[in-house]
């Protein structure tokens, strides 16, 4: 198991900022990526962003592209997620995504963060 252990989120106002972080238990050998999706209220579950460890490629979601960006502390194992310029429509629970190397197909989610941008 893996255990995943996000902080950040909180309540801001459009065109603000905020930086979400995971810490993942497992080793960063054993990491293929570390990513974040989020779910609004009645929708489903969507790709935010996502770091790959080995060969140090990034890839985000089109409607996050230029705002956010995603960062890695390899030491540390942890994963960061800069959120800048954020809309009303960014409001969303964020979940923080792990892939192991021995089963990338397998994702293990941490529990989720809450960001709320008012308007």
């Known amino acids: 198991q893996v255990q995943l252990v996000e902080s950040g989120g909180g309540l801001v106002q459009a065109g603000g900022s905020l930086r979400l972080s995971c810490a993942a238990s497992r080793r960063t050998s054993s990491t293929y990526s570390m990513g974040w999706f989020r779910q609004a209220p009645g929708k489903e579950r969507e790709f935010v962003a996502t770091?790959?460890?080995?060969?140090?490629?990034?890839n985000y979601a089109d409607s996050v592209k230029g705002r956010f960006t995603i960062s890695r502390d390899n030491a540390k194992n942890t994963v960061y997620l800069q959120m800048n310029s954020l809309k009303p429509e960014d409001t969303a629970v964020y979940y923080c995504?792990?892939?192991?190397?021995?089963?990338?197909?397998?994702?293990?989610w941490g529990q989720g963060t809450q960001v709320t941008v008012s308007s």
């Open positions: 995504v792990w892939r192991g190397i021995q089963n990338p197909t397998s994702r293990y």
């Open positions: 770091f790959s460890w080995s060969g140090g490629t990034t």
